[in-house]
């Protein structure tokens, strides 16, 4: 297939793309593909709209890479495709349920009261993050959860750092709240 | 157990971060819409399917509605399987008279695939690879009875309206 | 000697040339079957399906016609439970279901509950019990969604649960808990209606 396993950089896999090796976008898909979708999955709280929105974007990027100008930072240039894809969903999206997001760790566990209880915790998450403005949980979730620097995300987003900073502080002001409540139901 | 108001927004975190998952067969979706030529309001075939890398674990099953408007009610499924070592993969089923001659699959760096119009209905099903080798579906359910021994999967197509 | 000729001649049907590909000795058993069948009223096709899927897996005469005889039977099963009015593809996901352990008494409860075919249903009850749900967890489950889901929501439903299994959610746990928090009470009440079991309250 012309592409092994060793990690071979973004720069290169968009060089092989670019020169016609389809094969090579999918490694950049297999190597985003997690974490973009978590962020999708997230953002969105629809799972099969976040798929949706991921795959979208991987389409996008792909039919646009003439556009990615600085091909080593790939990864963030596609960050920032499905941070607008996101966008236009989010408004969609508003008006269905949120659906659980499950991950390994919560979920393994002997006992079904446990299981319960860490299910309960899983929801009590989404449901705060689902409570919050989008633009708040947007910015929470590529801070804290992405780990993405501020300067970056400004990047991606079109918005000023300071702007940032402080929907940052008020989200996790606002989380603190809704998982407190949680707890006291 | 009181905890620290910002610790439950830091366990928050630590959850969120946690892996997602997602639907396996979402890189193959990918490759086949990069690989697919793009012709609007055209019957969409997809004979080659671009390589995908590791992550293309198993099978997807995607309905494409064949024609629009048209009096016969079925939908067009695209049935892919990774198979990189097989000289022939086979599609077969309940839809086809499990007749392996029906849908011999076709392939491009590993990946195979078919397209077959499926109307409302239950449907179990299997890939016959190199003629002799039974496999199921890996991102499909499987079927509840295998009575003659060989795994099978099952796909369930609604009917409209429902 | 008129009766009897009169009798044999009812006795003559055209056969399906797909049987062709078996054997004679399966092929006249099978068709025994298929014709027994089709005087019930039960849909042959998936009998026919059945035993080619049989002969193109190379499997014996006897496991062919057990086989085409064990659905024919189940078929007769489910279409007392779902009623005259169940179309094949209802009586072929229906068989499915029975074979997962659903029993005929949830058949019937979800005729009543749901309006429409209830092909999509019954498919995830199977395949649901197929990924490791017990089985009066799916049927419950699916129980509690039928008044209300539409046939994609079941699919997102059975999808979800099986996400979940495949990252190591007990499979009961999963299944009820979605179907908690899907809006419709009384998802964890088992299908022959007893009260759930409370889960522990939060310190």
């Known amino acids: 297939m012309g592409i092994d396993r060793v990690e071979t950089g973004d720069a290169e896999l968009v060089r092989r793309v670019r020169a016609g090796d389809i094969g090579a976008y999918g490694a950049l898909v297999a190597r985003y593909r997690d974490r973009l979708g978590r962020y999708a999955v997230h953002m969105i709280g629809d799972r099969e709209d976040a798929e949706e929105a991921l795959q979208d974007s991987f389409v996008r990027a792909y039919r646009s890479l003439e556009r990615c100008y600085d091909p080593a930072r790939f990864g963030a240039w596609l960050y920032g495709i499905l941070v607008n894809r996101c966008r236009t969903t989010g408004a969609r999206a508003a008006r269905r349920r949120r659906l659980f997001v499950y991950d390994a760790e919560a979920l393994t566990g002997a006992s079904h009261p446990d299981a319960m209880e860490r299910l309960e915790w899983t929801d009590a998450v989404e449901r705060a993050l689902a409570r919050l403005a989008p633009e708040y949980r947007e910015a929470f979730l590529l801070k804290h959860v992405e780990e993405l620097e501020y300067e970056e995300i400004a990047e991606l987003t079109g918005d000023g750092i300071s702007a940032l900073k402080m929907r940052v502080k008020r989200a996790r002001a606002q989380l603190q709240k809704f998982l407190r409540e949680a707890e006291h139901v | 157990m009181f905890e620290h108001d910002d610790d439950i927004v830091e366990r928050m975190i630590r959850q969120l971060r946690r892996p997602v998952s997602l639907d396996p067969g979402l890189a193959a979706r990918v490759m086949g819409e990069i690989a697919a030529p793009a012709h609007p309001g055209k019957k969409r075939t997809w004979p080659w399917l671009a390589a995908a890398a590791a992550a293309v674990l198993g099978a997807v099953v995607i309905a494409h509605p064949w024609t629009r408007g048209s009096t016969t009610s079925t939908d067009a499924f695209q049935f892919v399987l990774m198979a990189p070592q097989a000289a022939s993969v086979s599609l077969v089923g309940d839809f086809n008279d499990w007749d392996p001659a029906r849908a011999p699959m076709q392939t491009a760096h590993g990946v195979w695939a078919t397209v077959v119009p499926l109307a409302p209905g239950r449907y179990r099903y299997a890939f016959l690879v190199n003629g002799v080798e039974w496999r199921a579906d890996p991102a499909a359910p499987n079927a509840i009875d295998d009575e003659f021994g060989t795994p099978s999967s099952v796909v369930t197509v609604a009917g409209r309206g429902s | ?203």
């Open chain 3, 1 to 203: 000697m008129i009766l009897v000729a009169l009798l044999l001649a009812t006795q003559v049907v055209v056969q399906d040339p797909r049987l062709e590909r078996l054997d004679p000795e399966t092929r006249s058993s099978v068709v025994a079957i298929v014709d027994s069948a089709r005087g019930m009223r039960l849909p042959s096709e998936p009998l026919v399906q059945r035993a080619l899927e049989g002969a193109t897996k190379g499997a014996g005469a006897p496991r062919i016609v057990a086989a085409v005889r064990r659905l024919a039977t189940d078929l007769g099963t489910v279409r007392t439970a779902l009623g005259e009015g169940a179309s094949t593809p209802e009586l072929e996901a229906a068989v499915a279901a029975l074979r997962a352990g659903a029993s005929t008494h949830v058949l019937t409860n979800l005729r009543t509950a749901r309006r429409g075919p209830l092909t999509m249903a019954l498919s995830v009850l199977a395949d649901l019990v197929a990924s490791g749900v017990p089985a009066d967890s799916a049927a419950a489950a699916v129980l509690a969604l039928a008044p209300n889901a539409r046939d994609a929501d079941l699919v997102d439903f059975r999808r979800a649960v099986e996400r979940d299994i495949s990252l190591g959610a007990p499979p009961g746990a999963s299944a009820a808990v979605r179907a908690l928090n899907t809006g419709v009470r009384d998802a964890t009440a088992t299908a022959d209606g007893q009260p759930p079991p409370r889960p522990p309250r939060r310190p």
